[in-house]
């Protein structure tokens, strides 16, 4: 196997660019894409302070190192989980990471810093753990981001987790979702900006960008993501991948380019927002969604909630 651009030996075969890369040329493809991601979306400028979401997986290192060498400043923001064994050892990595190249790494632990993790709050709330856990991250790197007078919050979502959701999206025709569903949602009502840098990248692709350039990330998957529908769909896409390579790309990008804007007006029915009582995120209701889940995992009534965070 012999690399498309230089005829060198190959290390890996990119099937839906019907090409193969060496180490060199493979890295410089994933920046290119990354580079092309922010300039075609708008994504970020150099003059911007970008704060990205640290899991300690492949995805978000990934978008970090890239970022950083595109010459980006760029901070990292971990949020801990409560999730036993899985988030210790995510946990390790993201600061290993930051800390092996002098980077600034954010830290909040849900546990300590709010009094609950994600089983017992999806316990308490009867919510699914994915459902507790999606509102306590958007709502945590929110509010680190307004606190840290970030541009930008940064996620690692690559094609494939984007293709997954917009096919569930599409099966069960969320349309208020599919308005919403763009690599790039503008700040606005006091939330930041929010970018996914990695969207023309698949998930084999970051994985083999991670071991490429040394970098250390957490292989296991979250053990709550077990039964996730969000992993049936990405099993699907696979399938369909094996046989036509190149088609999670389309259907992405064929959605942005052809179908998202249709789906705008459903997006736009947004309630008038104010200050939550209890923290001062924006929100439709007087008490945001953080807020009630924090009360309900920590059986605190919201009055004394309230004193308390006063
Ligand atoms: S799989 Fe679910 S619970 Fe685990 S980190 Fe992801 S969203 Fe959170
Ligand atoms: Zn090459
Ligand atoms: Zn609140």
Redesign the pocket.
Known sequence: MKCTVCKGPAVIDVRRHNANFCREHFLRLCRDQVAKAIKDFGMLHPSERALVAV?GGKDSLAVWDILLQLGYQVDGLYLG?G?GD?SDASGDMARAFATERGLRLIEVDLPTDHGFD?PTGAKAARRV??SA??LS?RHLFDEAARQGGYDVVVTGHNLDDEAAVLFGNVLHWQTGYLGRQLPVLPARNGFPRKVKPLVRLAEREMAAYCVLRGIDYIVE?????AG?KHLGYKEALNTIEVTSPGTKHDFYFGFLARASERFAADAAEQEQLQACAICGAPTPGEVCAFCRLVERATSVPVELGRRAAR
Do not use: H, Q, T
């Open positions: 899991s989980l999730i899985y994600i753990p994915c856990c999606g991250k998957e979250c053990p709550m993501a996730n």
